[in-house]
Structure formats: C-alpha cells, structure tokens
C-alpha cells in the first residue's frame, strides 16, 4: 500500500480525483428505482389502529454495485490503491511493480485486488483461510493470483501475509483501513448523486419546496471504508449518510462505538451478512466517528436481511448478496429509521439512496437462505 502519508486528503475533492484516475477500469453502475419498493417502504407496517407504527414517506433509489467488475464495489479501492501505488516516489524505480501486492482476504476484496494487480501486470498474493468456500478460492485464481492457504484466525492470516511480504517483498493492500481504499470506494457515491440528479431532471414534476437530488444515502458498514468513503463524497452537500449493519450476535459494532463515543475493535458473529462480520477501520472511524460525517447507525436482523434480499430479487430482479440487502431492510423495517425520517421529512418525504454493495452469492446459497427464511412475492 502506498504510504498513509502520501495519500491525498480525506476529502470530497480528493474523492473526486479518485474518479479520475479509476475511470478506465471501473464500471459506472447503473441507478434502478422500484415504484412498488418505495410504496412498502412508505406504507406503515402497523396493524389497523396501531398509533405506535412511523409512516414515513420513501422514494427509494438503488446504486447496483452488484453490476460492478468481479461484481463489488471492492475493485474501485483496489484500483485506486494501485495507481496510487504507482504514484508512491521510488515505488516502480524500485521494482515494486516486479515484487506485487499482498492482503488477507476470502470475500470480494481478494478478487479485486487480483484483477487490479492482473490489469497492471502486477503479482498478486493473496492469503486465503483453508475453510474459504472452494468457489472463491477459483475466483480469485482465475483473476491471475497466487492464492497461499493460512488459518481461519486473524492472527494466522496476518502471520502468513507478514511471511508473504518477508519471502517476496510484496507490498499490502488492506482491504479497509487505508485512505487510498476509502477514496476509491467514496467514488460510487459520487455518481450515484450525479445519477439520481439526472435521473429527476428527467423526469421532471412538481419538485416545488423540495431539493433536487438525494436527501440520505444508506450504506452496509463492515470496515467502514465505503462508508466513510460515501459520507466524504457526500460532505457539503446537505445529503445525510446512515450505515447499516445486522444485529445478529453484536454484529452491529458500528452503532455501539458510534453511540458510546468507543470504537469496537472485535467482533465474533456468524450474521448472514458474511461481508459485515468486520470491526470498523481506524481510518474510516476518522471520518465516521471523529468528523461526524456519518448522521448515525440503524441495524436489523438476520431474517429481515433475507426478506429484503428476496424483495430485490422478485421486485428488481436483481441478485444482491445478504450484506447488500442490510440497508434496503432497514428502510422497509426499522422503526427507529422509518419514525426519524417521518420527524424530520414529513409530509414531502425523503429521497434516500441505498447501497447495493455487492453481488456474490452462489445460487445454492441464495436457494437455501431463500428457503430457510424470508417472505415476499409478486413483482412490480
């Protein structure tokens, strides 16, 4: 990884340099809407009479990073990390281009970084657990890396990556807590605004009283580094930023730091959101925590991660892996949300952005996580 200190600021200008230098090998995903997705949204989930239930009013709109090379929004950090790698003085003069990369990784940032480093001609290594599922290890093979088994432990992995890089001289690329990571991540939310701007000004209406753009954006909070890298694209701006993480077995880290003052600096859960299961970065709890760039944190549970995993598959026909479907299940079912948006919004209502970070989801997993739980039917 480049040098920490020779990262540009953690700033929405530096974001935007950021897109600049991805931009020939990132995918500018597409922004979908889903009126039925809204209106349930919208709708109050009481039961007739009951006073207790918020009726808050959604427009909701999705950014598919599942759409995204090696299908997350993973390849926009590595990418970035790469060529600001290649910035670094005395990197490439040095032959760090011939020595490669390094990181720990069974999930999307080992196949990122493997396709970022095969663009550029640059040897990968990525350190995998034994028990990684068998179809990642092939992918992140099959995007030209060398893929060296540890423990499932962080301290086995981290004992092997420092061997990687002792053998090899291979520089690492972590796959959250780096500066250059969270810019490259922070570009999506720089298009998903620019997109949805658009997107209105073409549809035209009546949009007297109320702003043109997003008011919220939700995104899915792990490491903390798309987070935090939205929340910078999002500063000045007047758009609220709100993580979303599952609850299952203190797997919402982020929201008891962020509400204590006190990061969480481990976490041990088994959520269906396999992809959040992280404690959040320092760096990224800079910009979360430390700036107050981030307006708050809301977290649902597993078997709403599902339901809302199965209403994206049957209402916009989209796959999206579980940490995905975290910030669609908070704005169909978390009452602390749904009653603060009513507060604050009222009667015109939020247009709020939702992350769709990822798509990597076998069939037979999506299959059987359908079956064991979730409801939903029909399409729009």
Same mark, same amino acid.
């Given at each position: ?34 009126? /039925? *997705? ?36 993973? %390849? ?17 003069? #040095? ?16 196949? %990122? ?18 028990? /990684? ?10 995007? #030209? ?16 990556? %420092? ?5 090899? #001289?291979?520089?690492?690329? $972590? ?25 209105? %000004? ?11 753009? *997003? ?11 798309? *987070? ?14 709100? #993580? ?54 809301? /977290? ?15 209402? *916009? ?9 975290? $910030? ?53």
């Amino acid at each position: 990884m480049a040098d920490p200190s020779t990262s540009p600021p953690l700033t929405r200008a530096s974001v935007a340099e950021a897109r600049e230098l991805i931009r020939p090998f990132v995918h500018r995903t597409p922004v979908m809407t889903s009126s /039925s *997705l809204s209106a349930m949204a919208s709708a109050s989930t009481s039961a007739p009479g009951d006073k207790g239930k918020a009726k808050a009013k959604l427009r909701l709109w999705f950014k598919c990073e599942n759409y995204q090379k090696v299908g997350a929004f993973k %390849a926009r950090g590595a990418f970035h990390a790469i060529e600001r790698l290649k910035r670094e003085p005395g990197w490439l003069a #040095g032959g760090g281009a011939e020595r490669g990369v390094v990181t720990h990784s069974s999930g999307n940032h080992a196949q %990122a970084l493997s396709l970022a480093a095969r663009v550029n001609g640059i040897p990968a290594y990525i350190v995998m657990p034994t028990i /990684s599922a068998p179809p990642k290890i092939a992918a992140t093979k099959g995007y #030209g890396a060398t893929v060296v088994f540890s423990g499932s432990t962080s301290v086995e992995r981290e004992a092997v990556t %420092a061997k990687v890089v002792a053998d090899t #001289g291979a520089r690492l690329v $972590p796959p959250y807590d780096h500066p250059d990571i969270v810019l490259g991540q922070g570009t999506l939310g720089l298009e998903f605004q620019e997109q949805v701007e658009a997107m209105m %000004a073409e549809e035209g209406g009546d949009r007297t009283g109320r702003k043109k753009g *997003l008011d919220a954006i939700i995104a899915p909070c792990g490491g903390g580094g798309m *987070l935090s890298g939205v929340a910078l694209s999002c500063e000045g701006t007047g758009i609220r930023v709100f #993580g979303a993480e599952p609850s299952y077995q203190g797997a919402d880290d982020a929201k008891r730091g962020y509400e204590s003052g006190v990061r969480v600096e481990a976490v041990s859960t088994l959520t269906v959101a396999d992809g959040l299961r992280t404690p959040v970065g320092r760096v990224p709890w800079s910009v979360i925590y430390e700036r107050r760039l981030v307006a708050g944190f809301y /977290s649902v549970a597993d078997a709403d991660i599902v339901r809302a995993m199965r209403l994206a598959y049957e209402r *916009l026909k989209v796959v999206i892996e579980p940490s995905a479907a975290v $910030p669609l299940a908070v704005a169909l079912y978390d009452e602390d949300f749904r009653a603060m948006v009513e507060r604050e919004a009222g009667e015109d209502g939020w247009d709020v952005g939702i992350v769709f970070s990822g798509g990597n989801v076998s069939l037979d997993a999506l299959g059987k996580l359908f079956a064991e739980g979730g409801a939903g039917e029909g399409s729009e």
